[in-house]
């Protein structure tokens, strides 16, 4: 953990871990000032017989400064170290965040999505708290505790060093079996975090189908058996460590009666001024030693929460180190074309799979025409069409994309050229205009509203009371499945880009809007190449080229009217949906 953290800490961050360094040497000083005039205060009041109390009140008011300068220092330090905590952590969850958004389709498969959250969150908090806690007491600590061992010293003898000592070792045994009991716990408890992010994602998204089914006795069961395992872990670990605060103490109480037990025989038969002495010697001895004890303490406190901010910090790593399937190239290329598409040989496994997704896909479309993909679920549809924008790297063949492979160019180029709407109608918290001008956000209202005439979604907006200004959930939730689909259809025609590619986007909308949704895109947008993937045969009946699939195998390509007579795989789609007579037979 100390290596991830130092290694995404910024210069402003070790400046404050060096400002912390030495403001904690200012607080020792102060609070050993104190300590040293607790021993001499002895002596002024033996003086304060002939010279009165005057000398006694100056130690006091000396002692009452440096314990406000204490406290002040204290309240820096702890500024400072919050802040730099902050900062570091800050600044490790923005690089986490950007490496997630950098993943492509197969890494992914190594992250759940409950579990990136939990990594972004709960193990992210834990992390903080573990440097914030080692901010404030890695060094105020150890600095302490040596220089209260130097001064105690000064007053130790044997009986009090060896009290001293039995305490400190009873102590750190207690310390040691406690870890030992708790630390493993701390794996355990992560990962039933990251169940527990499942069980409640997994309920609410899916609220719609287990109402439908009355399953709500049966997701309890599943969530309640999650909880409790998860309660059952934590209990333990509470109970544990409810011991340690009270333990500590029962050391500083019983450590203290010890040496002034220990004491009372050094002192007796002593004259009055001799024993004065010693006594202040004593109390000195055991404001020293409880300031060993505590310095223990804050490095046990730290010691506690490390193990558990560890886990969190490995598994935050794991993200960051992760390596990216797809990547820029060192020495892009440009672009040679404009609008078109080739598969050359294509195929794509998907990682940990035995055998390809699909195989042997070999098409090239030209600048404004129509591609279409149909065939039944599991086909691969989709997966070809993610090779496109590089969401996933065909791990056999070439695809290109303006004459040139996918791979040569950066993705963020690429992508410029290509408008996506996916199969499922998402759309971000905000409002219709922002969603609409999701990859520009410069772009004018007028624009916004011509792509949604495009998609047939101008109309149901502006029946909103504030039009496009209206608010949009999250997830789009509070629009029905098909005003989500034309708001995506919208925002992918809206930068008028030079590919646009549908995935099944056209499958929540009615025949009607269907067909007029495809006209106005052809008429407004006719440079533009369309990729379609339906599931109806009269969505894709016009386009100039349609690709069918079969277990991820092209079992023809072609214009409608010759497949439906000649790939009997198309035609049984084709019969399942409309009469011969629609079709021509």
Known sequence: ????????????????VIAIFLLTLCQVFFMMQIVAYISLLTGAVQASRQNGVAEIWWYGLYMIICAILMAAVEVIIRFVASAAAGSTVTGLR?????????FAIADFASFSTESLITRTTNDMQNVHLAWLTFLKTAFVAPITMVWSIILLMQYANASLTIVTGVWLFILVAVVIVLLMLVTPKYKIVQKLTDALNVS?????????????FNAESYQEGKFEKVNAAFTKVQIFTGRVLSVFTPFVMMVMMGLSLCILWASAYVLNGMNMEAAS???????????LANQIVMSFVLLVTLIVIWPRASVSAKRINEVI????????????AAFKEAGTIEFRNVGFTYPGADKEAVSDISFKVKQGETIAFIGAT??????????????ADCTRGEVLVDGVNVKDVLQADLRDRIGYAPQKGFLFKGNIKENIAFKDSEMTLADVRWAAEIADADEFVMKKRNGYESEVAQGGSNFSGGQKQRLCIARAVATKPEILIFDDSFSALDYRTDKTVRGR??????????????????????ADQIVVLDNGKMVGIGKHYDLVRNCPVYQEIALSQLSKEELGL
């Open 378 to 391: 599991g086909s691969g549809k989709t997966t070809i069409i993610n090779m496109i924008p590089r969401m």
């Open 277 to 287: 002495e010693a006594f202040s010697a004593t109390n000195a001895f055991v404001m």
């Open 94 to 102: 923005q690089k986490m965040y950007e490496r997630v958004n950098k």
């Open 321 to 332: 180190v992760h390596e990216i399937s797809v990547l820029d190239p060192e020495n892009p």
């Open 1 to 16: 953990m100390f290596k991830l953290l130092c290694k995404n800490m910024r210069v402003k961050d070790w400046i404050a």
């Open 521 to 542: 895109i052809a008429k407004q947008l006719p440079n533009t190449t369309r990729v379609i993937i339906a599931q109806r045969v009269g969505t894709i009946m016009d």
């Open 200 to 212: 409640s994602r997994e309920n609410l998204t899916g609220v719609r189908v287990v109402r439908a």
